[in-house]
């Protein structure tokens, strides 16, 4: 059966690698597109060859009997789509962060489990297989008894040198926060994958570019429910490749460490080594040839599977209940940042 796709929303994640997955599986036919005005949703449709742009979702789901929607919109438009699509009885792959705040994630994910419309949440980077290597040994107890993880997600787009204007991702009518929440939701969202919830955050946000009206770095310490400890560094100017991704787990029995990163060789790579060994010195996996929208295709090709077997979902498949519980983690660190202690003041 070919399954009847359109996207909400036109922007350059949709060109760049949305619409590329979705071209990349078989038995999927992209129908239409809504975009920001008419207008662009029109020019995205002749540039793509896709049948039809429609104004409105609304004016979408009337004239078109769909399967399958992918929603890349800003943030702050995500929930609003989604609830619409769930109703409609499409099935929804919605980028991240899901929202801006932790209550509209939960009523999603509740609104979900009512329905059983099959959603997930594109934090695809947990489908790059140098992740997916690092999981299978810390679940096959490789590591032993894991003490801390160090978290990094970069991506350098807002850097002065790069010339890109800052957008709606830092504008705070459209986004709760900058960095953190555009990019280190990323890496919140496959630290508790690893390592399962995320209890306690303190975090501290800095501004540096001119007229910065959000965090443009993002630091984080994390108590995890298992009782492994975080780090996190997150930024959009700070150097680092496309995604710029570094996750290190420090284990009682072993230490690894996964790059994603399009700077380095094959564009990720996984290094494992004994607790007091040197890092790199056991290679966990050969060199993997990955490209830049390949972990978004391999997401868009689960969830598509998960989507004909009605709901039967892969277990990498990134959840609204997940994506509800980064949403949490993101929520608790913008209050974290309001209560550092002086220091000094202490009697
Ligand atoms: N998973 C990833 O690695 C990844 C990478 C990049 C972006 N993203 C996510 O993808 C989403 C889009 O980001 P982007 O970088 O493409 O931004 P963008 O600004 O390039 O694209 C957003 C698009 O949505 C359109 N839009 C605005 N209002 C709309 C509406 N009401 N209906 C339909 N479309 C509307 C805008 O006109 C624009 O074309 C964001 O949520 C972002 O976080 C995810």
């Keep these: 059966m070919t399954l009847k796709s359109a996207l909400v929303g036109t922007g350059n994640w949709a060109a760049s690698a949305l619409l590329p997955a979705l071209r990349a599986q078989t038995g999927v036919e992209v129908v239409a597109c809504v975009g920001g005005t008419l207008d662009e949703g029109q020019k995205f449709a002749k540039d793509h060859g896709l049948q039809k742009a429609y104004r409105t979702l609304e004016e979408m789901l009337a004239g078109e009997s769909l399967d399958v929607a992918v929603v890349a919109t800003p943030d702050h438009l995500h929930a609003e789509a989604v609830k619409a699509l769930i109703n409609a009885g499409v099935a929804v792959y ?22 059983n419309i099959p959603v997930t ?48 991702k830092g504008d705070p009518k459209q986004a709760a926060g900058g960095a953190l929440f555009e990019y280190g939701s990323h890496v919140i969202d496959m630290g508790a994958w690893l390592l399962g919830p995320i209890t306690r955050v303190s975090s501290s946000f800095k501004r540096v570019l001119a007229g910065a009206r959000l965090d ?65 010195a056991a290679r966990a996996v050969e060199p993997m040839a990955e490209r830049r929208s390949d972990a978004a295709t391999r997401h868009i090709a689960a969830f598509l599977a998960s989507v004909r077997k009605k709901g039967a979902a892969d277990s990498t ?13 993101l929520a608790a660190a913008l209050i974290a940042e309001k209560q550092w202690q002086q220091v000094g003041r202490q009697k």
């Design 94 to 115: 919605c980028e991240k962060p899901i929202s801006n705040d932790a209550p509209t994630a939960h009523e999603l994910a509740g609104l979900q489990r009512t329905k």
């Design 216 to 280: 443009d770095i993002a630091t984080l310490q994390m108590d995890f429910a298992s009782g492994a400890q975080g780090m996190l560094i997150t930024s959009w100017v700070l150097s680092g490749g496309f995604p710029g991704t570094r996750v290190k787990l420090h284990g009682s029995d072993a230490v690894g460490e996964v790059l994603l990163d399009d700077r380095v060789p094959e564009g990720q790579s996984y290094n494992f080594a004994s607790a007091c060994g040197p890092i790199g």
């Design 121 to 168: 949440v594109g934090y695809s980077f947990r489908f790059n297989p140098a992740i997916q290597a690092m999981r299978a040994d810390l679940t096959a107890g490789k590591f032993g008894d894991i003490w801390l993880v160090e978290l990094a997600e970069h991506n350098p787009q807002f850097h002065p040198h790069s010339g890109k204007p800052m957008n709606w």
């Design 317 to 329: 498949l990134p959840t609204l209940s997940q994506a509800a519980h980064v949403q949490d983690v």
